[in-house]
């Protein structure tokens, strides 16, 4: 446990070295900021490839002879016909079919591994392992053991190339992608390696004006307790056909009405009303500012960003299904004024 401690410390010290600004973040753990120019990296990013630190993400390994029939019953993805070498996004949900955990479920010859934000964790173990009584499967918390990095821009990249590295198709920020998941002893040599063949680094500041962009949700922004998976437009996390699991009753009525009550969508953020002070003009709404219509609280900001591709402002909200429907424009009140918004589809345009 404390070799494998010191790997990630090992990491965070190469990073700072690199020249990455790294601190306490909204992720959870120290997590490179930026590499010098977020704005340059974003750019570099949208054009070629780029690498993402993606320390935030832990990982449980279940095991034991009954791990497929288990794990099929308990989240919203069909496991029973996973192969080893297979991978899917997935989720686990309360009665209620809200999110606790979204996560990549990994196949592999005698275990399934769960990789999920290290927020995440606990709950989540503590819910599988309570549904677990009767079942022979074993959890293990390999968080420091593994380390996580993710490659944007690159489309050649193959499973076959890297025996000794867990690689996962995956859009973090509007550009293909994959994470790659490894032994954390090796995440310094191969971010090294990366680094000399002009791969660009990506800190997350860049990671989030690019996903802003592309209407990519994130766990603890758009991902949260309140809202589940087609609320948050990720019907992929989910299979209609495999039967139950824990909030399926939910999940399935949801789908079958046609609309869910509210969800994720895109907002363009226009200049601020003539109630606003001056500098408004510039301003960014923050997580949780409400989003108003009619003199109504509609729903909440859940992220935005000056997007540096756009030459504009975005965010991303939770709102109403009623208020997106009607389409007219609204307006969040933030700490600085009132802003105008308008629907727009995502990936911004």
Same mark, same amino acid.
């Given at each position: ?115 999920? #934000?290290? &927020?995440?964790?606990? @709950?989540? /173990?503590?819910? =599988? !392992? +309570? ?97 589940? #998976?087609? &609320?948050?437009?990720? @019907?992929? /996390?989910?299979? =209609? !056909? +495999? ?103 995502? @990936?911004?345009?």
């Amino acid at each position: 446990m404390e070799s494998n401690e010191k790997n990630l410390e090992g990491l965070f010290r190469f990073l700072t070295d690199a020249g990455a600004g790294i601190m306490g973040s909204p992720l959870g753990v120290p997590t490179a900021l930026h590499f010098g120019d977020p704005v340059a990296e974003h750019h570099a990013a949208r054009t070629g490839p780029a690498v993402i630190d993606l320390s935030h993400l832990g990982s449980i390994r279940v095991g034991g002879g009954d791990r497929a029939a288990f794990l099929h019953r308990m989240v919203t993805s069909d496991v029973s016909a996973m192969m080893p070498g297979e991978s899917r996004p997935s989720a686990f949900l309360t009665t209620k079919g809200k999110f606790v955990a979204v996560f990549d479920l990994i196949c592999e010859e005698d275990s399934f591994v769960i990789v999920t #934000p290290r &927020e995440d964790l606990d @709950p989540l /173990l503590a819910d =599988l !392992t +309570k549904y677990a009584i009767l079942d022979d499967v074993a959890f293990t918390d390999e968080s420091v053991a593994r380390a996580s990095i993710h490659l944007s821009g690159i489309e050649d990249v193959r499973q076959e190339d890297m025996p000794d590295h867990v690689l996962v198709r995956k859009n973090r920020t509007g550009e293909p992608g994959c994470d790659l998941h490894m032994p954390a002893d090796r995440v310094v040599s191969f971010w090294k390696s990366l680094v000399e063949a002009d791969t660009t680094p990506v800190g997350h500041m860049a990671h989030e004006t690019l996903r802003i962009e592309a209407g990519i949700p994130r766990a603890g922004a758009e991902l949260t307790g309140d809202i589940g #998976p087609l &609320e948050a437009g990720m @019907p992929e /996390l989910v299979s =209609l !056909t +495999k039967g139950c699991y824990r909030g399926q009753e939910v999940v399935a009525k949801m789908h079958y009405i046609g609309k869910p009550p509210k969800r994720i969508v895109g907002l363009g953020i226009d200049d601020a009303d003539e109630d606003a002070p001056e500098d408004a003009a510039g301003a960014l709404p923050a997580p949780g500012d409400p989003i108003m219509s009619d003199g109504k609280n509609v729903g909440r900001v859940t992220s935005a960003a000056y997007g540096p591709t756009l030459g504009r402002r975005v965010a991303l909200g939770l709102v109403r299904a009623r208020a997106i429907e009607e389409g007219a424009p609204v307006t969040c009140e933030t700490a600085r004024g009132i802003l105008v918004m308008r629907f727009e589809e995502t @990936p911004f345009r």
